[in-house]
């Protein structure tokens, strides 16, 4: 990581480069909207084919979502973090058609543990689910050529 790079340049930049290798948010229609240093958004729509039993929108579907955002939110500081803990709540069922949106923002940051919150709302602002995801910061950096100290924060 560069000396002269902007918080916001590193986090775009750690975005882009896991972006370029993430297979599952591309393959599921998911879209990179926004990132900065600790936050994320990123949103996705309801397909007929990401539906459950019940015709309704699939939690696990929501949950992918929102661990997107949390993903993105916790590796904007060219430090590899990762998924300790999650948990998510669902409010709402979303619908085929319905864009739902994953807002992820940073709580908490000690040493190698992080916090993130993530809500999940659908186009008119309604919120479908919360998600709370733990962090932990391992070994390496995310961007070419950087090292950033194996995890230390």
Known sequence: ??????????????AASMWERDGVCRDFGLSLDRVAPGEAVLSMTVTDRMTNGHGIAHGGLVFTLADAAFGYASNTRDQRTVAQHCAITFIQAASVGDRLTATALERS????SGIYDVTVTDQTGRTVAEFRGHSRTVAGAILPGADSGQGAR
């Open 1 to 14: 990581m560069a000396d002269d790079q902007t918080a916001q340049e590193i986090a775009e930049a750690c």
């Open 109 to 112: 940051l000690a040493g190698r």
